[in-house]
T-cell receptor, first 114, second 118 residues
Framework: GDSVTQMEGPVTLSEEAFLTINCTYT??????LFWYVQYPGEGLQLLLK?????DKGSNKGFEATYRKETTSFHLEKGSVQVSDSAVYFC?????????????FGTGTRLTIIP | GAVVSQHPSWVICKSGTSVKIECRSL??????MFWYRQFPKQSLMLMAT?????????EQGVEKDKFLINHASLTLSTLTVTSAHPEDSSFYIC??????????????FGPGTRLLVL
């Protein structure tokens, strides 16, 4: 079945540091890939997505590129801020007939220190 | 943007009682809603998928008689935990996906409901 593997956290960085959170996937078809973020006490929010190979999703300074050859969708940000502290989830969705389900990774907790 | 609300945000109940959680899409019509369960420091596990006007589809290992899901309208789905026990204590999250436009492909998540069964 489908699966998503994320780098285990927690990850602690200083403000303005470069961030990479690794994500690889296993899927039978050609999935869409997502990064969701969960801020403390809040629900998940879609951060960015990519629907086909070589697409780059970007939002709020975060980027991730859909790499089919390495089955990866690593999340990057050039300079993190304290407000980026949250839990980040990588997820995939297989194309289907209207009920596409999301398969999530285990999440990576990110803490940014001033 | 698409907003999904959940009510209540947290609930404490006695073992053996039933608890109902509501999930509403506030500014779009949700043809499909999903219910997830999240354990501490773990990922979201899909419990069931519901389409408006039809029975929910439950994931393997999820008791449909234990977790009753109703999706009676395009803006409301409810999850009822029947005869709750302490092992049902968890964080329950719903998401909604609409039938057209930008909301069609993306799941929008509610803020979650924390359930504690004593």
């Amino acid at each position: 079945g489908d699966s998503v593997t994320q780098m285990e956290g927690p990850v602690t960085l200083s403000e303005e540091a470069f961030l990479t959170i690794n994500c690889t996937y296993t899927a039978t078809g050609y999935p869409s890939l997502f990064w969701y973020v969960q801020y403390p006490g809040e629900g998940l929010q879609l951060l960015l997505k990519a629907t086909k190979a070589d697409d780059k999703g970007s939002n709020k300074g975060f980027e991730a590129t859909y790499r089919k050859e390495t089955t990866s969708f690593h999340l990057e940000k050039g300079s993190v801020q304290v407000s980026d502290s949250a839990v980040y989830f990588c997820a995939l969705s297989e194309p289907g007939f209207g009920n596409e389900k999301l398969t999530f990774g285990t999440g990576t907790r990110l803490t940014i220190i001033p | 943007g698409a907003v999904v609300s959940q009510h209540p945000s947290w609930v404490i109940c006695k073992s053996g009682t039933s608890v109902k959680i509501e999930c509403r899409s506030l500014d779009f019509q949700a043809t499909t809603m999903f219910w997830y369960r999240q354990f501490p420091k773990q990922s979201l596990m899909l419990m069931a998928t519901s389409n408006e006007g039809s029975k929910a589809t439950y994931e393997q290992g999820v008791e449909k008689d234990k977790f009753l899901i109703n999706h009676a309208s395009l803006t409301l789905s409810t999850l009822t935990v029947t005869s709750a026990h302490p092992e049902d204590s968890s964080f329950y999250i719903c998401s909604a996906r609409g039938g057209s436009g930008g909301a069609r492909e993306t799941q929008y998540f509610g803020p979650g409901t924390r359930l504690l069964v004593l």
